[in-house]
T-cell receptor, first 114, second 115 residues
Framework: KQEVTQIPAALSVPEGENLVLNCSFT??????LQWFRQDPGKGLTSLLL?????REQTSGRLNASLDKSSGRSTLYIAASQPGDSATYLC?????????????FGQGTTLQVKP | DAGVIQSPRHEVTEMGQEVTLRCKPI?????LFWYRQTMMRGLELLIY????????DSGMPEDRFSAKMPNASFSTLKIQPSEPRDSAVYFC?????????????FGSGTQLSVL
C-alpha cells in the first residue's frame, strides 16, 4: 500500500531564507508527483507536476526534484517571503490500478516570519 | 475562467438530514474529482468522473454517499442520511486531460458540519 510522508509537519523560518520541504513515498511505481499549496480555508493550488521520467521541475522561486528509486521528492523554496506561508502537500499518482487516484501526504505547514 | 466553483461554502446540518454539495468544473475539463479532507485522514479521493461517467467510486465511504454528474458543467455529492462523522471539508477538482498527465485544479471546498 502506497504511503506518503512529509517531514517536518511544521516549519518556521525568517524571511529571505532558502528552505527545503521533504516528501517520501513507499512504492516507487508512480506515474507522477505533484506539489500543492493550501492556504487556510482555501482549496489546493497545484505548484509543480513531475512525471516519473523527470528529475526536476522549476517555477519561479520553486524547484521540485524527484528521485523515484529512493522514493523521495523535495520542494526547494528560494528567498522565502511571508506570502509563502501556507501548507504544502505532496501527492503521488500510482502507475497501476487506479491511476485516477492521488495519494496525499499530511502536509508541511510553513510560516515565514517578516 | 472562474476556476472550479463549489457551493455552499459552509453547511451546518443536523444528523439524519440530507446534504447536497455542488460543483461546477472548469469549462472544457472532462475529468472531475470529489475529495474529502479531515485532520485524521488527510485528503482522500471519494469518486471521479470522466466525460460525466463515474470511473472509480471505491473511495465512497458507504451507501449513504452518492454522486452524480448529469452534464459536463455540474456535479453533486449527496449524503443521506448525514452523520456527525461526515463532518469534513469536501473538495471538488477538475483536470483537462488524463490524470496521469495533467494538473488538478481544486475548488475552495465546502466545510460540512453535522451536529
Amino acid at each position: 500500500k502506497q504511503e506518503v510522508t512529509q517531514i517536518p509537519a511544521a516549519l518556521s523560518v525568517p524571511e529571505g531564507e532558502n528552505l527545503v520541504l521533504n516528501c517520501s513515498f513507499t512504492d516507487s511505481a508512480i506515474y507522477n508527483l505533484q506539489w500543492f499549496r493550501q492556504d487556510p480555508g482555501k482549496g489546493l493550488t497545484s505548484l509543480l507536476l513531475i512525471q516519473s521520467s523527470q528529475r526536476e521541475q522549476t517555477s519561479g522561486r520553486l524547484n521540485a526534484s524527484l528521485d523515484k528509486s529512493s522514493g523521495r521528492s523535495t520542494l526547494y523554496i528560494a528567498a522565502s517571503q511571508p506570502g509563502d506561508s501556507a501548507t504544502y502537500l505532496c501527492a503521488v499518482r500510482l502507475s497501476s490500478g487506479n491511476t485516477g487516484k492521488l495519494i496525499f501526504g499530511q502536509g508541511t505547514t510553513l510560516q515565514v516570519k517578516p | 475562467d472562474a476556476g472550479v466553483i463549489q457551493s455552499p461554502r459552509h453547511e451546518v446540518t443536523e444528523m439524519g438530514q440530507e446534504v447536497t454539495l455542488r460543483c461546477k468544473p472548469i469549462s472544457g475539463h472532462d475529468y472531475l474529482f470529489w475529495y474529502r479532507q479531515t485532520m485524521m485522514r488527510g485528503l482522500e479521493l471519494l469518486i471521479y468522473f470522466n466525460n460525466n461517467v463515474p470511473i472509480d467510486d471505491s473511495g465512497m465511504p458507504e451507501d449513504r454517499f452518492s454522486a452524480k454528474m448529469p452534464n459536463a458543467s455540474f456535479s453533486t455529492l449527496k449524503i443521506q442520511p448525514s452523520e456527525p462523522r461526515d463532518s469534513a471539508v469536501y473538495f471538488c477538482a477538475s483536470s483537462s486531460g488524463p490524470p496521469t498527465n495533467e494538473k488538478l485544479f481544486f475548488g475552495s471546498g465546502t466545510q460540512l458540519s453535522v451536529l
